[in-house]
């Protein structure tokens, strides 16, 4: 039994959903109550689709538990199929479906409907919703995918898209593009965008593109093995990641990796001098694990910062995280307890979070500015613009959105100059977000938030420490957004000399003692 | 006594289009998301699955994401295996739990699918864990499983539960039943106040309340139609329901005040007084949304079973037309008054079947439909302007001061649809 507030992942068969919501002609027969209806909503809500997921749901209930369920299952199906006339069928069963046994896949086997029917096994109380897609999708491929004659031009496959994706829509419409513009065409994009009958052709492309390993290396692994193609290891996030694509898809290709590249800002952008400000800004990275690699490589090597801690949510790439942290010099955090994550960003307090939604919300209530790289994402991260992660303008939509939550360069200096003038003051924000900016909450407060339970206790006794109000005031002065590291540090500096009081010194000295 | 009777035969005895196929409502569980910020000290604690902490992350979005007084205890591969660790575990949990909340004075162990279905004993270990932690926090149980509850009878489930804790007493006393924002309830005791009613309590409470109690005595009105098994189980302590349309719009509000002071022995003039401002107030802001609303016909998917009190709101306030009033459960001896206010026409509908009912609402195109949120999106793409249901039990729409409020909810939609010049495909 593990106690759980929010969840990075939603169970197994919500993965299931993402990859039959992506395709087209493909029906998933759920065996569940009628309350795991409620996954709907991530796709009509937050993902803004125009129709419903293509799932039917059996929505047995209490009173049909025993004899019952199998025929509401059968039923179930017989008329999916009937109302949808999809191409092929998967089935399976939800957590609660799963305990009470009733096999879907060999009921479904047993009904001779006229089209491909797919049994997925996903167990419930073991995996996760990335698992889940991954499985889904690779049972699909499996039962449809044939060898053979390859395309007459050089072609690929993009793998890995699904429903519900952080950013997958805009991704593919990048990446097929330089695929173009390498002179490889495209074969199949699959799941998000393709048919059980696009699946059944699939075997015609030259290699892979894998885009998402999280939700498409099974299947990958399972087309190499089968339709002898390779597939791509890099993930084009990031300037020098896209690049190590285009040198990976020529070499598979056989075709020249020169392509235009004047569409690529960020490195311009990094360059220039009013991002002298980024320079070694601490920044901690978590999210699913690839994109947390990519983060990485773009945060050291592309935008100049200092990546402070990482860890990734998905076990399934425990350990390659492990492997780069140790590269960067960090320890990895693997865990998808949001209480874990919390306790780390608090204690390594970093200028900035590169995370999920969790991290979002981590980052309010500790007041430090925070961007989205990763599933899970909410409504806002799913924009009406095109906004890709992937390739040259993904690059371009990275450096703006991890520069948007700080506080501009200029701006910066001006609120260390004056940041006595009573409109200038720090509690006026940075200036191209909307709303009332509010300081960063004090430590204490934060703690008391917190539910961890690592409330301090009433009286401290001989260890409390004090701040002199000259000291108080004088913290004060200091900008906001830098307010909650020069207290932590100056704090932790005089416990370091066992000091008992704060004065204006202790807070200069411990300035003078951690300054880089 | 009512101002407004009804013009023909009710909708009472129309009979009733009964479906048994795919539903698309949440489950009980849902219920813990207003319920835990209505109960202060209260912590709800699923037994379930993965997909039960999901559901609720889903449902509650991360609009309340600071410190929510829920969590879900998911059920392992290892916890499946043999019942007495799960029992163990949960111990182990609960005592984690409550020592980092000394603040949490009642919990609630909150069963699921799962549990129901590995049948783990959630009222023993309720009674087992009450002992344990007596006498700061009290531990009681119930279920809001999707195979025994649909989306608000996990209150009912919830509030039903408190029920045989309450104290018992011979004296006279008016107990209103259901959850209310804090600001809606104060809005009630005072108008009952106002007609010099005292002694009143209301349940849930915000907080822990030893004095709450039950008896022979005790009269209760409802403010929720969704409330069934309390009722019977207040009943089965011997208290006396009071039936009346329920408190939506201002009929209903009216209607429902009234047969309280009837019961009480309230004049009208006293009545009257302590009514005629907030009535006013409420006809005039419902007359604004009713511009809007007038003449347009509405089609209710079975979701908050809030559905019938609001098609007679709807009807007979604002002027709409209804044509299909689909709702998870008739509970007749809640919603009879309300029905029985529903001029004759609409069709009558428990339960679903979700893609036959999305058959009868695309040939009937009605001006509104009211739905959940898998639907909504799905049915404007195809041109259809919806409400999302669960807006009505996220919002403050009880009583007078609500009453425009209410209204404008559902012609807020409509006004939408009319500014938008570019249509809404997708
Ligand atoms: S329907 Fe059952 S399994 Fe699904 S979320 Fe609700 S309680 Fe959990
Ligand atoms: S913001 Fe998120 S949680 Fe709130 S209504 Fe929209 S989708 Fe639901």
């Known amino acids: 039994m593990k106690l759980t507030v929010w969840t990075y992942e939603g169970p197994p068969h919500v993965g299931a959903m993402r990859v039959a919501t992506g395709m087209t002609g493909l029906h998933y027969v759920l065996h569940a109550p009628q309350g795991d209806t409620y996954a709907d909503l991530l796709f009509t809500m937050i993902e803004r689709r125009n129709h419903r997921p293509p799932v039917t749901y059996t929505t047995f209930q209490a009173r049909d538990l025993g004899s019952d369920t199998a025929y509401l299952f059968k039923d179930a199906c017989r008329d999916a199929y009937e109302r949808f006339k999809p191409q092929a069928i998967i089935v399976g069963a939800s957590c609660t479906a799963e305990l009470i046994q009733d096999d879907p896949g060999g009921l479904a086997e047993s009904m001779g409907l006229p089209v491909p029917v797919i049994a997925l096994e996903l167990p419930s109380y073991q995996r996760k919703e990335n698992f889940g897609a991954d499985e889904t999708f690779f049972q699909v491929v499996r039962h449809l995918a044939k060898p053979m004659a390859r395309s007459e031009r050089v072609s690929c496959n993009i793998l890995g898209p699904t429903g519900l994706g952080f950013r997958h829509r805009d991704d593919i419409t990048e990446i097929t593009a330089l695929l173009y513009d390498l002179g490889v065409e495209v074969n199949v994009t699959a799941p998000m965008g393709s048919s059980p009958s696009d699946i059944a052709r699939m075997g015609a492309a030259h290699f892979n593109v894998l885009l998402y390993p999280e939700t498409g290396e099974a299947a990958a692994r399972w087309c190499e093995k089968n339709l002898g193609q390779p597939f791509t290891k890099t993930v084009p996030i990031g300037v020098g990641a896209t690049g190590d694509f285009i040198a990976e898809v020529a070499k598979l290709a056989g075709v020249s990796p020169a392509v235009d590249d004047s569409r690529l800002r960020l490195p311009w952008y990094a360059a220039s001098v009013d991002s002298t400000y980024l320079t070694g800004k601490r920044v901690f990275l978590f999210g699913d694990g690839t994109h947390v690699a990519a983060a990485a490589r773009i945060a050291r090597d592309e935008m100049g910062f200092t990546v402070c801690g990482m860890g990734c949510y998905n076990r399934e790439f425990a350990r390659p995280i492990r492997a780069l942290a140790k590269e960067y010099g960090v320890e990895a955090l693997i865990t998808d307890d949001y209480l874990e994550v919390e306790a780390a960003i608090e204690a390594l307090a970093p200028e900035m979070i590169l995370g999920t939604q969790m991290e979002r919300h981590i980052g309010k209530r500790l007041g430090i500015p925070c961007a989205v790289i990763s599933a899970p994402v909410h409504v806002q991260d799913f924009p009406a613009r095109y906004s890709p992660q992937m390739g040259f303008e993904g690059a371009n939509v990275i450096f703006d959105t991890w520069v948007h939550p700080l506080v501009m360069g200029l701006e910066e200096h001006l609120l260390h100059m004056f940041r006595d003038d009573f409109e200038f003051h720090d509690a006026a924000g940075a200036s191209h977000h909307g709303g009332k900016a509010t300081a960063a909450p004090e430590p204490d407060t934060i703690a008391d938030l917190s539910i961890s339970g690592k409330k301090k206790p009433e009286n401290q006794g001989a260890d409390v420490l004090v701040w002199l109000a000259d000291a108080e005031k004088e913290l004060k002065k200091i900008p906001f957004f830098v307010r909650g590291k020069a207290r932590r540090n100056t704090e932790a500096y005089a416990a370091l000399k066992g000091l008992q009081e704060v004065s204006v010194d202790t807070l200069y000295e411990a300035k003078a003692h951690y300054a880089r | ?426």
């Open chain 2, 1 to 426: 006594m009512n101002d407004h009777a009804p013009l023909g035969p009710g909708c009472r005895d129309t009979p009733v289009l009964k479906e048994r196929g795919q539903r698309e409502v949440f489950c009980g569980l849902t219920g813990i998301i207003w319920l835990h910020r209505k109960m202060q000290d209260a912590f709800f604690l699923v037994v379930g699955s993965r997909t039960c902490a999901h559901l609720l992350q889903s449902a509650a979005g991360v609009m309340i994401f600071a410190e929510p007084r829920f969590a879900t205890a998911i059920l392992e591969e290892k916890d499946l295996a043999g019942l007495a660790d799960a029992q163990d575990e949960l111990d182990r949990e609960v005592a984690r739990l409550l020592a980092r909340r000394p603040d949490i004075r009642q919990l609630f162990l909150v069963g699921s699918c799962p549990s129901e279905v590995i049948k783990l004993d959630l009222h023993r270990a309720a009674e087992r864990l009450s002992i344990k932690h007596a006498p700061h926090v009290r531990v009681l149980n119930y279920s809001g499983s999707g195979i025994e509850t649909t989306f608000t009878q996990g209150e009912d489930a919830c509030l039903a539960s408190m029920v045989p804790g309450l104290r018992d007493t011979d004296s006279r006393e008016l107990l209103l039943v259901g959850a209310l924002p804090d600001v809606v309830e104060d809005q009630m005791l005072g108008l009952l106040r106002d007609m010099g009613i005292d002694n009143i309590r209301c349940l849930p409470a915000r907080r822990t309340d030893d004095t709450l109690a039950c008896g022979p005595n005790t009269v209760f009105a409802l403010t929720q139609p969704f409330l069934g098994d309390t009722h019977a189980a207040l009943e089965r302590r011997g208290a006396r329901h009071l039936p009346a349309p329920f408190p939506f719009g201002e009929e209903g509000t009216t209607a429902w005040l009234r047969v309280i002071a009837d019961e009480f022995g309230v004049d009208r003039a006293t009545f009257d007084r302590a009514t005629q401002a907030p009535r006013a107030r409420a006809r005039k802001a419902i007359a604004a949304a009713t511009e809007t609303l007038n003449g347009k016909s509405i089609f209710f998917f079975p979701d908050s079973q809030l559905e019938i009190p609001l098609a007679r709101f709807l009807t007979r306030e604002c002027g709409m037309t209804a044509i299909e009033i689909g709702t998870p459960f008739l509970h007749k001896a809640l919603t009879g008054p309300d029905l029985d206010l529903i001029p004759a026409g609409p069709t009558i509908s428990e339960g679903q079947d979700v893609d036959l009912q999305l058959d009868r609402a695309r040939a009937a195109r009605p001006d509104l439909t009211v739905c959940g949120l898998g639907l909504a999106n799905p049915l404007e793409a195809e041109g259809l302007t919806t409400k999302w249901a669960i807006e009505l039990v996220f919002t403050p729409v009880h009583f007078y001061e609500q009453a425009g409020d209410l209204a404008a909810l559902f012609a807020r939609p409509l006004r939408r649809r009319a500014l938008l010049k570019h249509g809404a495909s997708a």
